[in-house]
């Protein structure tokens, strides 16, 4: 069973910073690959970046590449993102999610396992 806990949301600027955070904790010894989502409002749940928790190789989405971070702390069971010269259109609420197995994946549907999210304003 995994359980994903997001935190760090809040109002930025644009052109400014933030960071957020996940903690996970996994009860088993799977391979999970690991991601940010991100929904605005009437729109549908978007991928973000992902990374494969034991190997660590990242992946991120064209919109943001260059712009955000996502990383893991292993020993502290945390998934990070760090987001920089955010825009209006980074508003949504960001989710955390875990699926098993190493294979990169960008679904939606293909992650089992998902936290409550978090909310993002980008505005001036």
């Known amino acids: 069973q995994v359980q994903l806990v997001e935190s760090g949301g809040g109002l930025v600027q644009p052109g400014g910073s933030l960071g957020l955070s996940c903690a996970v904790s996994?009860?088993?010894?799977?391979?999970?690959?690991m991601a940010w989502f991100r929904q605005a409002a009437g729109k549908e749940r978007a991928f973000v970046a992902g990374?494969?928790?034991?190997?660590?190789?990242?992946y991120y989405a064209d919109s943001v590449k260059g712009r955000f971070t996502i990383s893991r702390d292993n020993a502290n069971n945390m998934l990070y993102l760090q987001m920089n010269s955010l825009k209006s259109e980074d508003t949504a609420v960001y989710y955390c999610?875990?699926?098993?197995?190493?294979?990169?994946?960008?679904?939606?549907?293909?992650?089992?396992?998902w936290g409550q999210g978090t909310q993002v304003t980008v505005s001036s």
């Open positions: 999610a875990a699926r098993q197995g190493s294979v990169e994946v960008r679904t939606s549907p293909s992650f089992d396992f």
């Open positions: 996994i009860r088993t010894n799977n391979i999970y690959t």
């Open positions: 990374i494969r928790w034991g190997g660590g190789s990242t």
